[in-house]
C-alpha cells in the first residue's frame, strides 16, 4: 500500500504521517539489523550494556522498556553468540548480572553502522538542519506523552505499561 491512495484529509493527518513513517523506519532497521544476524533487541540490549554497565535482566529490561519475558530470550540468543556472559551477582546470588563481551562491544560497532545508514536512508530528504528540528520535535512529542501517561498511572487512572519493542526503535 502507497499513502497516496488515502485521501488527502487523511493523508495529511500528523498521526498517520507518524505512523506510516514509523512503518519505514522499522523496516529499514529490521532489514538492516537482520543482515547482520541481529534485531533491535539485541541492538537495544547492547547499547544499555555498553553505555550503562553491567546489569541484571531485570534491570536490563527497565533501561531498554523490553518486557522481562522477552528479555531472557534475548539475553539467552546474545550468551549462545559469546556477545553477552551471564555471572552470579555477588550482592545476590539468586541474580545474574549480564555483561557485554569484547565480541559483544565488536558487534554493537557493527550494529550502530548498519542503525547509522537506516537512519541515513529515512531521513535521506532532510537536511542536518531538518534532521536536528525534527528530531527535536519528535522528542517534546514523546517527553509529553510520557509525562501525561506517569501522571496518569500515579492517579491511577491507566494501567503500567512496560513498552514492547516488537514496534520499537
Known amino acids: 500500500m502507497t499513502d497516496h491512495t488515502a485521501p488527502p484529509r487523511v493523508r495529511g493527518l500528523p498521526s498517520r504521517l507518524l505512523a506510516v513513517n514509523a512503518l519505514h523506519a522499522d523496516r529499514l532497521v529490521n532489514e538492516g539489523l537482520a543482515a547482520e544476524g541481529a534485531r533491535k533487541w539485541h541492538f ?13 535482566q531485570s534491570d536490563l529490561s527497565r533501561r531498554t522498556g523490553i518486557y522481562r519475558s522477552d528479555m531472557v530470550a534475548v539475553v539467552n540468543e546474545l550468551a549462545e553468540r559469546g556477545l553477552v556472559e551471564r555471572a552470579p551477582d555477588p550482592a545476590d546470588r539468586r541474580r545474574n548480572v549480564i555483561t557485554v563481551t569484547t565480541e559483544g562491544r565488536a558487534h554493537l560497532r557493527r550494529l550502530d553502522t548498519v542503525v547509522d545508514a537506516a537512519q541515513d536512508a529515512l531521513l535521506a530528504p532532510l537536511d542536518a538542519d531538518d534532521r536536528a528540528r525534527l528530531t527535536d520535535l519528535l522528542t517534546r512529542l514523546l517527553d509529553h506523552h510520557e509525562r501525561t501517561a506517569a501522571a496518569a498511572a500515579a492517579d491511577g487512572d491507566a494501567p503500567d505499561d512496560n513498552t514492547h519493542d516488537d514496534a520499537d526503535d
Open 44 to 56: 537495544a540490549a547492547l547499547t544499555a550494556l555498553t553505555e550503562g554497565g553491567p546489569a541484571s
